[in-house]
């Protein structure tokens, strides 16, 4: 925690335009992070149904599984 108590430090030191630009640079690295975990989940997801680990469901089906399965968590 040494390390991002430094960097937080570091920043403050920052002028204020650049402390805002910092933000913009990380949120828009984070966004793509997000972007890139979600393609390869979908990747994922997308080869088992190929497989035919998965069925495919309508909605209402899908939505009747995840309460089963919500309930049965309970």
Do not use: C, N, Y
Not at 53 to 62: F, I, N, S
Request: net charge negative; no cysteine.
């Amino acid at each position: 925690m040494a390390s991002l108590d430094k960097v937080l430090d570091e920043a403050m030191d920052l002028p204020l335009e650049q402390q805002e630009m910092l933000i913009q640079i990380l949120q828009r690295r984070m966004i793509e992070r997000r972007r890139d975990e979600i393609a390869t989940d979908a990747a994922a997801t997308l080869a088992e149904f190929r497989a035919g680990k998965l069925k495919a469901q309508t909605a209402d089906e899908a939505i009747a599984s995840l309460r089963e399965f919500l309930q049965s968590d309970e």
